[in-house]
């Protein structure tokens, strides 16, 4: 399987950018689809964007539609978040997993090889 860590996360003013990067160090993540997740204090972990394996396929998370782009770059077996006009209500720790069993892409339970998260703070 795969073995992921995230970067990039930080603190950020209101309508600022961050990318975030999702390594995989087994390198065999271009087998799989990819996923970014977020949780924030006291809520449950929610979905935030799916790329297929080839990157041609792309879904997101109503909430995020139009502000964050994903994408992978299968050569460096690394998955990208790019967020951008963030809003405090992204703040989060941000979890990057792949896909391991078939069923809905917006669905945690169907990802596994969790990566440790990154926090992402947007001060208003």
């Known amino acids: 399987q795969v073995q992921l860590a995230e970067s990039g996360g930080g603190l950020v003013q209101a309508g600022g950018s961050l990318r975030l990067s999702c390594a995989d160090s087994?390198?065999?993540?271009?087998?799989?689809?990819m996923g970014w997740f977020r949780q924030a204090p006291g809520k449950e972990r929610e979905f935030v964007a799916h790329i297929s394996s080839n990157g041609l396929t792309r879904y997101y998370a109503d909430s995020v539609m139009g502000r964050f782009t994903i994408s992978r770059d299968n050569t460096l077996n690394t998955m990208y978040l790019q967020m951008n006009n963030l809003k405090p209500e992204d703040t989060a720790v941000y979890y990057c997993a792949a896909q391991l069993l078939a069923g809905s892409s917006r669905d945690s339970r169907n990802y596994g090889s969790w990566g440790q998260g990154t926090q992402v703070t947007v001060s208003s």
């Open positions: 087994k390198r065999t993540s271009s087998y799989y689809h």
